[in-house]
C-alpha cells in the first residue's frame, strides 16, 4: 500500500526559510511524477511544484526564483526547500505520487502545516 507522510512544516516569519520533506513508500518512487500542493484556509488547494520521474520540474508563477522542488530515488524522498516567504505561502503542504498534474495523482500525503507570519 502506497504511503506519503510529510515533514518539516513549522512557523517561521516572513523572509525566512523552510524545507520540507515527503517520504514515499509502496510503490515504484523513481518511475512516479511527484508534486507538492497548498492548501490554505477557505482556498482551492493548488499546485506549488511539479517533478517529474526524469527530473525535470516546474513551479506555479508565484514561487518561482523562491522554492526548489528535488528528489533523491535513492531514498524515496521528496524535498521542497522554500526561502523569502511570505504570509500567502502558509497553508498545509501536501505531496502527491504517480500521475500528472492536469490528469490527477494517484497517492496523496496527509500534509504539513507551515505558518509564516509578518
Known amino acids: 500500500q502506497a504511503r506519503l507522510v510529510e515533514s518539516g512544516g513549522k512557523s517561521v516569519q516572513a523572509g525566512g526559510s523552510l524545507k520540507l520533506s515527503c517520504g514515499g513508500s509502496?510503490?515504484?518512487?523513481?518511475?512516479?511524477?511527484m508534486a507538492w500542493y497548498r492548501q490554505s484556509p477557505g482556498k482551492e488547494r493548488t499546485l506549488v511544484s511539479e517533478?517529474?520521474?526524469?527530473?525535470?520540474?516546474t513551479y506555479t508563477e508565484s514561487v518561482k526564483g523562491r522554492f526548489t522542488t528535488s528528489r533523491d530515488n535513492t531514498n524515496n524522498t521528496l524535498f521542497l526547500e522554500m526561502k523569502d516567504l511570505r504570509t500567502d505561502d502558509a497553508g498545509v503542504y501536501i505531496c502527491?505520487?504517480?500521475?500528472?498534474?492536469?490528469?490527477?495523482?494517484?497517492?496523496w500525503g496527509q500534509g504539513t502545516q507551515v505558518t509564516v507570519s509578518s
Open positions: 502527491a505520487a504517480c500521475g500528472y498534474s492536469n490528469t490527477g495523482f494517484d497517492h
Open positions: 509502496g510503490y515504484r518512487f523513481s518511475s512516479c511524477n
Open positions: 517533478i517529474k520521474y526524469s527530473g525535470s520540474v
